[in-house]
C-alpha cells in the first residue's frame, strides 16, 4: 500500500501537537520492515528525513492555501498513485478518488466562544459548512480522546463508528532525570529556586493562566518563597499574560521562561513541585501526562477531555475557582505523603500513553485493521 499523508504541519519543524504526532508516527514508521511506504507532500522541503521508505514530495505555495488544498493536492495524489490518503488535521483533497482518513483532534474554534468570537466571518462559515463537508468525505476520522469523537459525532452527525480514537503517545524522553547536577543547572539558567510551580505551553485565552496567576497568590500567602515559572513561547497572546504578571503583588515570584528546549523543559518537569494545568479546553493534553511521565505530582483542570486522560492520577479542580486550584496546590505543596502517591499514580499512568502504542493503533487504522 502508498500511503500518501500532508506533511504542511511539519515543513517548518515539529511546533505543534498535530505535528509532533505526525512526526512521531514517521519515524516510527520509516523503523519499520514491511512492503508499505509513506508518500509526503509538502509547500516546503521537510527539515527531517525518515527513511528509504518514505518519500518526500514538494509543491511550491499556489496562490490561497485551498487552493493548494483542492486543486494541488488531488493532482499529486493521482500522479503518485495513492492507495490512501492521511490528513493529520481535518482539511481533506475532496476532488479525489482515493479513500480518506482525517483527523480532528478538537472542535475548539467552534465550541470555545473566546476563539470563535475572535474568528472571521469567512472562518465561522469554513469550521462549520466546509468542515462538514470534509468530514463527511473522509471513510475514517481519527481523534484523539472520547471527548473529542462525542463533540465531532454530535456537531457534523457523522456515525459514531465512523469516528476512532487512539490516544496519543509520549516520546520516551520523559523520564524522570536521575541526575540532580542536570537539573540544578536548569534551575540556575533561569533564576529559579525550590519549591516551585510549573506551567508549560502556550498561553492562548483558553490556556487560562492569568487564573493560574490568581491562584498562585493565594498559595503565596500559605507557602512562603515559593515561585511560578511559566515556559512556553512569548507569543502574541503572552502580552495578556505579562500585564497579569506585572499587576501581580508576586510579580518578583513569577518567571516568565519563555521557550525552552526539550532537555530544558524535561528538567523543569523534574524539579517541580507540582505541575499545574488549568486549561478550560483540550482535546487530548499532553503536558499533564509529560509531567506524569517525569514522575511529577499534577493539578489539573478537569474540564471536556482531561478527565479522561488523566484519570485519578492527579488532583482536579474547578479551572475557573482559583481558590480550589489554590487548595489543591497547597495540599500537594504541604503533604509529602500526597506528593508520593500522585508521582506513584502519575508515573504509572504515563504508560498507558506511549508512543509505540500510538503508532501501532494509527498504523492499524491506516492499514484498516480497526
Same mark, same amino acid.
Given at each position: 500500500?502508498?500511503? %500518501? ?144 469523537? %462525542? ?26 532525570? %536521575? ?45 512562603? %518563597? ?145
Amino acid at each position: 500500500m502508498v500511503i %500518501g499523508i500532508d506533511a504542511r504541519e511539519i515543513q517548518h519543524g515539529v511546533n505543534t501537537g498535530i505535528g509532533r504526532a505526525l512526526d512521531n508516527f514517521l519515524r516510527w514508521f520509516g523503523a519499520l520492515d514491511d512492503e508499505h511506504r509513506c508518500v509526503l507532500f509538502s509547500e516546503a522541503v521537510l527539515p527531517a528525513v525518515y527513511g528509504p521508505r518514505i518519500t518526500a514530495v514538494v509543491a511550491p505555495p499556489f496562490l490561497a492555501t485551498p487552493l493548494w488544498d483542492q486543486a494541488i493536492l488531488p493532482r499529486l495524489v493521482r500522479k503518485h498513485r495513492i492507495d490512501l490518503f492521511f490528513s493529520p488535521y481535518y482539511k481533506v483533497p475532496l476532488f479525489t478518488s482515493a479513500p480518506i482518513v482525517s483527523t480532528i483532534f478538537d472542535l475548539m474554534y467552534i465550541f470555545y466562544p473566546v476563539r470563535w468570537k475572535g474568528t472571521g466571518l469567512f472562518s465561522r462559515w469554513y469550521y462549520r459548512v466546509f468542515g462538514g463537508v470534509m468530514a463527511a468525505k473522509a471513510a475514517v476520522i481519527f481523534t484523539c480522546s472520547e471527548y473529542s469523537k %462525542g463533540e465531532i459525532v454530535r456537531f457534523y452527525r457523522v456515525p459514531a463508528e465512523k469516528v476512532k480514537v487512539i490516544h496519543l503517545g509520549l516520546s520516551d524522553s520523559y523520564r524522570p532525570i %536521575g541526575d540532580a547536577a542536570t537539573i540544578e543547572t536548569v534551575k540556575r539558567k533561569f533564576g529559579i529556586a525550590s519549591p516551585y510551580l510549573l506551567y508549560t505551553g502556550n498561553f492562548k485565552p483558553h490556556k487560562n493562566v492569568s487564573t493560574l496567576i490568581d491562584a498562585f497568590e493565594k498559595v503565596c500567602g500559605a507557602a512562603a %518563597g515559593v515561585q511560578l515559572v511559566l515556559a512556553g513561547d512569548r507569543d502574541r497572546y503572552f502580552d495578556t499574560v505579562d500585564r497579569r504578571i506585572r499587576q501581580s503583588s508576586h510579580a518578583a515570584a513569577i518567571i516568565a521562561a519563555g521557550q525552552v528546549s526539550l532537555d530544558e523543559q524535561i528538567a523543569l518537569y523534574c524539579g517541580a513541585a507540582v505541575f499545574v494545568f488549568p486549561s478550560l479546553y483540550e482535546g487530548f493534553g499532553y503536558p499533564p501526562l509529560e509531567a506524569m511521565a517525569c514522575g511529577t505530582p499534577v493539578v489539573s483542570s478537569d474540564r471536556t477531555s482531561l478527565g479522561e486522560i488523566i484519570g485519578d492520577a492527579a488532583l482536579k479542580c474547578n479551572p475557573t475557582d482559583a481558590a480550589a486550584m489554590a487548595e489543591q496546590i497547597i495540599a500537594v505543596l504541604q503533604d509529602a505523603d500526597l506528593r508520593r502517591q500522585l508521582s506513584e499514580r502519575g508515573t504509572a499512568r504515563a504508560q498507558a500513553f506511549t508512543n509505540a502504542l500510538f503508532c501501532k493503533g494509527l498504523y492499524a487504522l491506516l492499514l484498516g485493521r480497526r
